[in-house]
């Protein structure tokens, strides 16, 4: 299973959990499953943590390597995704909201059944439109979700 990581994966961890200068242990952890292939971060993803000048971003700009997964979404994807999981009929507002939601989904669909999506984003059910939430969505695709702390047990994260 490969599991494609959320912006706000890392910067809540970062923030809340596992600051980089704190608990390194989970960084070099998080390089270490990147680098054999079982965690990936999309170009979208990338770009917006990339996006500012802090910790996280210097860190990850040093770790492209080992996390940035080299692959170009399927642009149909992400279409069908928007279209049939949160609005047939995008504004611009809509776009915005969305951010890089319909892009994860759309390179988890590229390999079902292969792939799992990693967010902290909490189901919220009642949401309708650009206002869905990640879980969600990826219920409707039958996209696993997870959130980090599965992840963590998943891949048998231990700070020694």
């Not at 080299?70 to 507002?93: F, H, I, S």
């Not at 959130?147 to 994260?157: S, V």
């Amino acid at each position: 299973m490969l599991y494609i990581l959320d912006a706000n994966v890392l910067i809540d961890a970062n923030r809340d959990y596992y600051p980089i200068d704190r608990v390194p242990q989970f960084w070099h952890w998080l390089l270490e499953v990147g680098t054999n292939g079982q965690v990936k971060i999309p170009q979208e993803v990338y770009q917006k943590v990339t996006a500012t000048d802090d910790d996280l971003s210097r860190w990850l700009r040093r770790n492209q390597d080992a996390l940035l997964l080299e692959e170009a979404v399927r642009m149909e994807l992400v279409a069908q995704v928007v279209r049939e999981g949160y609005t047939n009929d995008p504004t611009e507002d809509d776009i915005q909201r969305l951010n890089e939601d319909p892009f994860l989904i759309a390179y988890a669909l590229a390999a079902q059944g292969e792939r799992c999506i990693v967010t902290t984003e909490r189901s919220r059910p009642s949401r309708r439109g650009a206002n869905r939430h990640l879980p969600d969505v990826c219920y409707d695709f039958g996209v696993p979700c997870y959130n980090t702390f599965r992840l963590i047990r998943e891949l048998d994260f231990r700070a020694e």
